[in-house]
């Protein structure tokens, strides 16, 4: 099976977003609104929750997989890249995690 990353999903969620609406579940989502995309994703959450605490390996990576959809569609309902979020983490990366907690404390 050929990779498939999180990248090429942002630049397919891109390219959908871009596209007009009726044949497009992304653009759907992102007509309707920032607060409609953070309620799906909501919802995946929970799924993806409910998944693991079921024990259910196949389950957990299907609801992972829909989760990971829509964050990057509420990324882009919001304006935020995935590169914006990657380079977040990379800078949490220079220090330990409880570091870069107590720093985010202080903000």
Same mark, same amino acid.
């Given at each position: ?6 990248? !090429?999903?942002?630049?397919?969620? !891109?390219?959908?977003?871009? @596209?007009?609406?009726?044949? @497009?579940?992304?653009? +759907? &989502? &992102? !007509? +309707? ?6 309620? +799906? ?11 693991? #605490? ?6 957990? #990576?299907?609801?992972?997989?829909? %989760?990971?959809?829509? =964050?990057?569609v509420l %990324? +882009?309902?919001?304006?935020?890249? =995935?590169? !914006?979020?990657?380079?977040? &983490? ?5 220090? @330990?995690? %409880?570091?870069e907690k ?5 903000e």
């Amino acid at each position: 099976m050929p990779r498939f990353t999180i990248h !090429d999903l942002a630049a397919t969620i !891109d390219a959908r977003a871009a @596209s007009g609406g009726d044949a @497009s579940y992304t653009r +759907k &989502l &992102l !007509d +309707k609104g920032s607060g409609h995309c953070a309620k +799906k994703f909501g919802e995946e959450a929970v799924e993806t929750v409910i998944a693991a #605490i079921e024990n259910d390996r196949h389950h957990l #990576i299907a609801e992972g997989a829909d %989760l990971m959809f829509h =964050f990057l569609v509420l %990324l +882009k309902a919001r304006g935020v890249t =995935f590169e !914006d979020i990657e380079f977040a &983490l990379a800078q949490r990366t220079t220090m @330990s995690g %409880l570091e870069e907690k107590a720093a985010r404390n202080r903000e």
